[in-house]
């Protein structure tokens, strides 16, 4: 079993950065690739960005292409956002998620991901 527990949100100016962290723990978690989702109140909850097992391919959303970046370190077992020129628009609750499959490719779709932690809220004003 994986547990995830993400932190590092706040609130923030339009234009700043923030690193949003997720800790996880379970012996598996080298083995899957890890996503970040983010809902807004009211709306359904969409992809972010992806990881692969071995960090070594990764893939966003295009709304956050070229700002944010997802990375790993599974020594230490952690994922995370580095989101720079953050955007009203960004504001939401920010999830970290491990995929169902081992050793995959990585997912865009929230449906290939198993295990959820409890999110932290990004607020970004203008």
């Known amino acids: 079993q994986v547990q995830l527990v993400e932190s590092g949100g706040g609130l923030v100016q339009a234009g700043d950065s923030r690193r949003l962290s997720c800790a996880a723990s379970?012996?598996?978690?080298?083995?899957?690739?890890m996503g970040w989702f983010r809902q807004a109140p009211g709306q359904e909850r969409e992809f972010v960005a992806r990881?692969?097992?071995?960090?070594?391919?990764?893939y966003y959303a295009d709304s956050v292409k070229g700002r944010f970046t997802i990375s790993r370190n599974n020594a230490e077992k952690r994922i995370y956002l580095q989101m720079n020129s953050l955007k009203p628009e960004d504001t939401a609750i920010y999830y970290c998620?491990?995929?169902?499959?081992?050793?995959?490719?990585?997912?865009?779709?929230?449906?290939?991901?198993?295990?959820w932690g409890q999110g932290t809220q990004v607020t970004v004003s203008s």
């Open positions: 998620a491990r995929e169902g499959v081992p050793y995959g490719s990585g997912s865009a779709e929230r449906e290939a991901y198993i295990s």
């Open positions: 379970g012996r598996t978690f080298s083995s899957y690739g």
């Open positions: 990881i692969n097992w071995s960090g070594a391919s990764t």
